[in-house]
Nanobody, 117 residues
């Protein structure tokens, strides 16, 4: 079992920045093998993928966040980050991190991000 703990959410004005962190702990596994992701869910909307970083380091981003958000990982700390710049009010949502190893996907509890206009 893997536990994920997110942090870094909060209230920020439009145009501001936040950095989310998600640390994994629990079962014995190689942090290098984890495929990480950040999802978000706004009220009344389906959950959507924001960004992901694979074990090999390649990344994908939703079109809506390209060139403003950056996902990164620290294998030594077993942590993934999401740097969010130039935030817009439509980014307001609960952000969840995921960690996938082999066929199992683990989810964090979510952290609220609110962007005021």
């Amino acid at each position: 079992q893997v536990q994920l703990v997110e942090s870094g959410g909060g209230l920020v004005q439009a145009g501001g920045s936040l950095r989310l962190s998600c640390a994994a702990s629990g079962s014995t596994f190689s942090s290098n093998a984890l495929n990480w992701g950040w999802y978000r869910q706004a009220p009344g909307k389906p959950r959507e993928l924001v960004a992901r970083i694979r074990s090999g380091g390649s990344t994908d981003y939703a079109d809506s966040v390209k060139n403003r958000f950056t996902i990164s990982r620290d294998n030594a700390k077993v942590t993934v980050y999401l740097q969010m710049n130039s935030l817009k009010p439509e980014a307001t949502a609960v952000y969840y991190c995921t960690a996938a190893i082999r066929t199992t996907v683990y989810w964090g509890q979510g952290t609220q991000v609110t962007v005021s206009s």
